[in-house]
């Protein structure tokens, strides 16, 4: 039997490998692009083979028993330890609750309504609120080392955002405390309000530059290009290997067989669907599941520069030209020149070699809408780009990518409350025209007042309750008692 509670004995040989040109540094320092050609990196153990020598039934119980071990630094992303980065040692992990979230059937009578079989996960439910904490437990994780290796006395963590990286990398660094601080790059005015108070609660200092988070990344690229600053946007690619924990819960959760199934991920910088893609890859490579389910990428008709290139449907004619984005309901995911997408490109041709789907699908910013507000009135907590995804599945349907009966997985990177203020527009109809949003009235829901003021006060202290539970019942045309 597995001791759950001992902490991996196993040690990897980490490489950053650029997938522009190949070429490979080691890791004992943070790289963002290749100096040779400035492609982006993929982290590659050199000891993975290694790992084959472990059974597959033995990585599955090991992986299962320690879905409830007492350590934490196994409990979050780390249960995959082995699979993710292993050169970190167990005092440099950071655990704040992060990974191993709910995944929860589609509600019954969203399913008869929609005639779909599904279940969202619930990444909303980590510690900042998004999916983004599994990737920075383990790029604090990793900074923890370096600064314990060399020593540091200061370093100052640098991230553009969209709101939910900001969000997650203040909240570590703030965990962390010194030698680390947070500086957080956010696009003025388009992040929402209770994203913005996450790095402010979090104590960093808020830089806000006018423009789309395209602008904010090429400001932190120049920045990490010519002072001395830890880069935490998914050009880091320890934030990548953390993500990749999304693939291995799934597969867990479906007893390492995801065979038949479908896993639909929203794609904006294109960091996460990267990272479910390699590790999907892993699990497959060490035989851990048999097949690779299929993989299907959502993006909004304002903000779809992966959809066109893969619309394109002969590879050889396929080329990428980054788009300018136009406001989206799907903020956090309205980017124009996603960093990762030489990384998609890369394993998505893997992963069809090795006999998996990939796709990526188009919805309108309506079907997003539409799509968050019917899931939440069904008991879910699925954000705009969780509705993304259910636009996109409903969207795969449509193209007869997979049938009535074929059970997919849904990403809820986020939770509602951070996209609250799309949910407020639409009840409102108050939507700009450039969003194309036009309410269902039959969603919209807004509070009534039941009695005024004037009717409280002319009711007194001991007629107000009566006063009050009157109007209510005529309301909700209750009938009395007696
Ligand atoms: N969903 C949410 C809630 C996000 O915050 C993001 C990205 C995405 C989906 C898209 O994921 O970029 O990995 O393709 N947010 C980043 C940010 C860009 O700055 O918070 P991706």
Request: charged share 25%.
């Amino acid at each position: 039997m597995h001791d759950a509670n001992i902490f991996p004995a196993y040690r990897g040989t980490m490489e950053y490998a650029c997938l522009g040109c190949g070429k490979r540094l080691p890791m004992d320092e943070l790289h963002y692009t290749c100096p040779a050609c400035k492609g982006v990196f993929l982290l590659e153990n050199l000891k993975f083979s290694d790992l084959a020598e472990t059974s597959p039934e033995e990585w599955r119980e090991r992986f299962d028993a320690r879905a409830a071990s007492k350590r934490p630094a196994l409990r979050g992303i780390f249960r995959f330890y082995e699979l993710m980065a292993p050169v970190l040692e167990e005092d440099d992990i950071i655990y704040l609750g992060e990974g191993n979230t709910p995944i929860i059937p589609a509600a019954p009578a969203l399913t008869r309504r929609l005639g779909a079989t599904f279940a969202f996960k619930n990444d909303g439910q980590n510690p900042s609120a998004s999916f983004k904490d599994r990737g920075m437990a383990c790029a604090f994780s990793y900074l923890k080392a370096l600064v314990r290796k060399h020593g540091w006395d200061e370093v100052l963590t640098v991230c553009a955002s969209t709101g939910d990286t900001s969000a997650a990398a203040a909240l570590y660094a703030a965990y962390v405390g010194e030698p680390i601080r947070s500086v957080v790059i956010l696009p003025k005015g388009k992040v929402t309000p209770q994203q913005l108070s996450q790095p402010l609660g979090s104590g960093a200092v808020v830089l806000e530059v006018p423009g789309v988070f395209d602008d904010c990344m090429k400001v932190v690229e120049y920045l990490a290009e010519h002072y001395r600053v830890a880069l935490l946007n998914s050009k880091n690619a320890w934030r990548i290997l953390g993500q990749e924990s999304y693939a291995f819960e799934c597969a867990q959760w479906y007893d390492w067989d995801l065979a038949g199934k479908s896993i639909f991920v929203p794609v904006g910088n294109a960091g996460n669907i990267t990272a479910i893609m390699a590790g999907l890859l892993k699990l497959h490579d060490l035989g851990i599941i048999d097949e690779l389910p299929r993989l299907v990428g959502v993006q909004s008709e304002h903000a779809d520069p992966v959809f066109r290139y893969y619309a394109q449907t002969d590879p050889a004619l396929r080329e990428y030209h980054p788009v300018k984005v136009t406001p989206s309901v799907a903020q956090a995911a309205m980017i124009g020149n996603p960093v990762s997408f030489p990384r998609v490109k890369l394993l998505a041709e893997r992963y069809i070699d090795k006999g998996g789907e990939f796709a990526v699908v188009e919805v309108t910013e309506q079907a997003i809408m539409d799509a968050m507000l019917e899931a939440n009135r069904h008991g879910h907590i699925a954000c705009t780009q969780g509705g993304e995804c259910l636009a996109g599945l409903l969207r795969a349907r449509e193209l007869g990518l997979l049938g009535p009966k074929d059970f997919a997985v849904l990403d809820a990177t986020a939770h509602a409350l951070k996209f609250a203020d799309f949910q407020t527009m639409y009840f409102s109809n108050s939507f700009p025209p450039e969003y194309e949003v036009t309410p269902r009235r039959e969603l919209a829901n807004h509070p009534e007042p039941v009695i005024s003021e004037a009717e409280r006060q002319r009711a007194g202290e001991s007629g107000f309750a009566r006063a009050a539970a009157v109007a209510v019942a005529k309301r909700l045309d209750l009938k009395s008692l007696h």
